[in-house]
């Protein structure tokens, strides 16, 4: 029996991460050890990338990403309206002037349309953006195909922000091959499908981009002497070649990520069947229920479904009252991310985000992580009752 209030995510520990985590305690090395390269590599392989970065979270992995595409002073980057504020900040912490697409109202992910209206008004205002940060909104790939080929008309790079997307794929690709993409970024926040604590990790084919986000990682010191301005021959000697950070991830975070990584395949299938479950159980109700189209395998991240009633917002705040009374802990993702006050002031124009605006107003995540089956069908209950009355 799980406890109340239930969660909307929650992470699923098991006895074999205890004891991988507890091993690693008593090994002697807690960070820059072997276990980070090893949880690398498995990464790597899983996703069928050429090489995996893992960082102390995805906010750092994607201001790395930002950082080795060169994201400059004067350039710009584009994101989805709906994401974290996450996919956004990474290009002001690099100077960049970020601006925002409209979502697709079936995907809820970046339209592949309102990005091509942008793009054709921004090439005649000369103010294309350099990098554009796609995000898998709960789990479902965007369509990255159509958007990848806008990239070679509007020479653009592409970052995947797959924060909640690990093991999704997009048609034969895996989320984290980079088939469509120069960096793919994944999160290891508890309430993410798999944990390390606090961590991310930015994927790419591109040896040099790699090479770049690693030395920026851990303060821009390297030791290796092909890369050194003033190699010396001897073994204490590093150098400081570029201006990096702190942004590494310990050994008994890569032991949880490795063991976590196994259980990955098991986590899909269970949210998976969960979101399938939501989807029987509700379908009769006046909700737009959230859907995975042809092609796609979802990591099924999130369950948000929608209100289709008149004042669709009111409806909706008062399920959430309703749910939270029931000891039904809801959430929104996301609010969107102009509509914050460091942003707002910025001046974006939300004539330019209806589909965000309404989503906004008429969407609600319910609880969904592995173990929530126990209390899925009290979930249902709730959700029904309150249309009852
Ligand atoms: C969680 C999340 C992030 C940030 O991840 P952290 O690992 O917490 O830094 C970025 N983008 C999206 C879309 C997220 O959901």
């Known amino acids: 029996m799980s406890k109340r209030p239930i969660?909307?995510?929650?992470?699923?520990?098991?006895?074999?991460?205890i004891e991988a985590v507890t091993e690693v305690l008593r090994s002697g090395l807690l960070t820059q050890g072997p276990v980070v390269p090893l949880f690398e590599k498995l990464l790597a392989e899983r996703c069928h990338a050429g090489y995996a970065t893992v960082c102390n979270s995805a906010t750092s992995a994607l201001h790395l990403a930002c950082l080795a595409l060169d994201l400059s002073p004067g350039d710009i980057a584009w994101t989805s309206a709906i994401?974290?504020?996450a996919s956004a900040n990474c290009a002001l912490y690099c100077g960049a002037k970020?601006?925002?697409?409209?979502?697709?109202?079936?995907?809820?992910n970046l339209c592949p349309h309102a990005l091509e209206e942008k793009l054709r008004e921004a090439a005649i205002r000369d103010e294309l953006p350099k990098v554009l940060i796609v995000v898998h909104m709960g789990g479902l790939p965007a369509d990255m195909e159509s958007i990848h080929r806008l990239s070679r008309?509007?020479?653009?790079?592409?970052?995947?922000?797959?924060?909640?997307?690990?093991g999704s794929k997009y048609f034969k690709t895996i989320t984290g091959?980079?088939?469509?993409?120069?960096?793919?970024?994944?999160?290891?926040?508890?309430?993410?499908i798999i944990t390390t604590g606090e961590g991310g990790a930015a994927l790419t084919n591109r040896r040099e981009l790699a090479t770049r986000m690693q030395l920026l990682r851990s303060h821009g010191v390297t030791r290796d002497s092909s890369i050194?301005?003033?190699?010396?021959?001897?073994?204490?000697?590093?150098?400081?070649?570029?201006?990096?950070?702190?942004?590494?991830?310990?050994?008994i975070q890569a032991t949880l990520g490795v063991s976590q990584l196994?259980?990955?395949?098991?986590f899909l299938a269970a949210r998976n069947s969960i979101f399938d479950y939501y989807n029987s159980e509700l379908r009769d109700l006046p909700l737009k229920l959230p859907i995975i189209p042809r092609g796609y395998f979802s990591s099924c991240h999130l369950y948000i479904p929608r209100l289709v009633t008149d004042r669709a917002q009111e409806v909706r705040d008062k399920l959430y009252s309703f749910l939270s009374g029931k000891g039904i802990e809801c959430n929104l993702h996301y609010i969107p991310v102009f509509l914050h006050p460091y942003y707002k002031k910025m001046g974006f124009r939300t004539d330019r985000y209806i589909n965000a605006l309404e989503y906004y107003n008429d969407s609600i995540t319910l609880p969904l992580y592995v173990g929530v089956e126990a209390e899925q069908d009290y979930i249902v209950g709730c959700v029904r009752?309150?249309?009852r009355s």
């Not at 970020?98 to 809820?108: A, G």
């Not at 196994?262 to 098991?266: I, N, T, V």
């Open 385 to 387: 009752a309150f249309f």
């Open 262 to 266: 196994r259980q990955l395949d098991h």
């Open 228 to 251: 050194m301005a003033q190699p010396k021959d001897v073994k204490w000697y590093y150098e400081q070649i570029a201006l990096g950070f702190n942004y590494r991830m310990t050994d």
């Open 83 to 85: 994401t974290f504020v």
């Open 98 to 108: 970020i601006d925002f697409v409209d979502i697709d109202p079936e995907t809820s």
């Open 7 to 17: 969660p909307y995510a929650k992470h699923t520990i098991t006895q074999e991460d």
């Open 153 to 166: 008309v509007y020479d653009f790079k592409i970052i995947e922000d797959a924060s909640h997307a690990i």
């Open 177 to 192: 091959s980079c088939t469509y993409s120069d960096i793919t970024v994944f999160s290891f926040h508890p309430a993410k």
